[in-house]
């Protein structure tokens, strides 16, 4: 698979983009590469099906070493099967050398042997179906079904690999929020100690800067061992081109949640592009190849046959009867009296397709809920983006006004520090809020096989 547009592992640098992050899932993901294993697979079963049509060439000799009668005879033949038709054309050639008792007088030849071609024609049973194509078919609807599943996985793959990157790159941006906080407590120590030393405000104001400072900095650690984590998860979809997966460090941590979301998601949608759909249409495909199989077993057989032969050179000892052309036609005919495992076969395969028909409306019923559900969720996501924007961008003001405030003696502690962890708690909110909307983008997108967003469009 081509990787001539994946950096290389010394080649990183800047931040980690999402783009870059699906380039490397879809080139790398052990359940993506497993897929296109399966794939590989169907194939080797598809044309393992089409064995059942090569042409084949026979040879049989035989001779009397010991005994009265001293023949030999060489017996060599080529059987075509029909790929239309049941039957086959053969052809062959036999040559005998020696003498035969009297119940072998069919393998005297004439000196340089015999020739014959024939073909046998299925009329009834296996004329438009038999089991050699049913399988040859039932075979290559297989190949459909292992790719529509490889796509179906890669889809999975990347919608949980972009959920990996949402969650590392929110949990980042929430460590940086946090320790903005805790650096405003610690730029403020410095002035509350000279204030207290002073004796301009009381020491108890001390101790309770430092209880602040110790609360801010466990929301730190608690961020910090959060955001570890989202990078060993997303390290599963972040792998080298070897294989091996990468925990991006801090430095490659985007500046903003503009990063979260996905480049575009398509608005068009058509149900037949669910992988799973298709798959399961090819799967109906494959029942009613072997209903047909089955139903073709109930029949009569009966089949034709011709065959031309023609013995050539010096008159053998089998004598002058061997000389003229022969023409041979003859028919084989039977009938299947109770022939139950047919019929059961009917029974089951009838059954399967209603389940199947069953699976198919509800699986298309699911679909359509399912994006619609999305479709929703995102707009319900953009709405609370701008309020989380508003409510961020008014909390920052009056923190900003308060430490104004503080800093010129109008204001308190305790008031200067709720309006800080207010900001910073709508900040958050904010953050969360481009998370939801992100993750929404990448359900929709996932399912709607929006294969460009999601990075698979090669």
């Known amino acids: ?28 993901a052990p359940q993506i590469i497993e897929a296109l294993a399966r794939i590989r ?7 393992r099906a089409e064995g059942a049509f090569d042409t084949v060439f026979d040879v049989e000799g035989r001779s009397r070493v010991t005994g009265y009668y001293g023949g030999t005879v060489v017996d060599g033949e080529v059987n075509q099967p029909f790929t239309t038709n049941g039957g086959y054309a053969y052809g062959g050639y036999r040559i005998s050398r020696g003498d035969f008792p009297i119940y072998e007088d069919k393998a ?80 403020r120590t410095g ?6 030393a002073l004796g301009a405000q009381p020491r108890i104001l001390r101790t309770e800067n430092e209880q602040n400072l110790v609360r801010r ?50 608005p068009a949608f058509r149900l037949t592009q669910r992988p799973e759909l298709q798959s399961l249409l090819a799967q109906i495909d494959q029942s009613v190849l072997s209903l047909a199989l089955a139903e073709n077993a109930m029949k009569p057989r009966f089949d034709l046959l011709g065959e031309v032969a023609k013995d050539i050179g010096d008159r053998g000892l089998g004598g002058p009867s061997r000389s003229p052309l022969e023409t041979i036609v003859g028919f084989r005919f039977s009938v299947p009296l109770q022939n139950r495992a047919a019929r059961g076969r009917v029974l089951e395969q009838e059954a399967k397709l209603d389940e199947l028909a069953i699976q198919q409306q509800f699986l298309r019923d699911r679909i359509e809920n399912e994006v619609e559900t999305m479709r929703i969720a995102l707009e319900g996501a953009q709405q609370l983006v701008e309020t989380a924007q508003q409510e961020y961008e008014l909390a920052l003001e009056l923190a900003q006004a308060e430490r104004r405030r503080f800093q010129l003696g109008s204001s308190n502690f305790f008031l200067v520090n709720q309006r800080e962890e207010t900001a910073t708690d709508a900040q958050i909110q904010l953050i969360a809020a481009k998370a939801r909307i992100a993750a929404a983008q990448a359900d929709l997108a996932a399912a709607t096989v929006d294969l460009d967003a999601l990075g698979l469009a090669e």
């Not at 002035?191 to 207290?196: E, F, K, L, S």
């Open 217 to 266: 900095r466990a929301r730190v650690i608690e961020s910090e061992q959060a955001f570890q984590a989202a990078a060993v998860r997303l390290s599963l979809f972040y792998r080298d081109l070897d294989g091996n997966p990468i925990t991006p460090g801090a430095d490659r941590l985007p500046q903003d949640a503009e990063a979260l979301a996905l480049l575009s998601v398509d």
């Open 191 to 196: 002035g509350i100690d000279r204030q207290v």
């Open 1 to 28: 698979m081509p990787q001539a547009d994946v950096p290389t592992d010394a080649q990183q640098a800047g931040p980690l983009t999402i783009d870059e992050l699906l380039r490397r899932s879809a080139r790398t």
């Open 108 to 187: 005297f030849t004439n000196e340089l042997g015999e020739l014959k071609i024939g073909a046998l024609y299925s009329l009834l049973r296996d004329r438009l179906i038999d089991e050699r194509r049913a399988q040859r078919s039932i075979a290559a609807r297989g190949i459909d079904i292992a790719r529509f599943e490889a796509e179906a996985a890669a889809i999975g793959v990347q919608s949980r690999a972009i959920e990996a990157y949402q969650d590392w790159v929110a949990a980042g941006l929430r460590l940086r929020a946090y320790r903005e906080l805790l650096g405003l407590a610690q730029d």
């Open 41 to 47: 697979q169907a194939q080797g079963t598809a044309l």
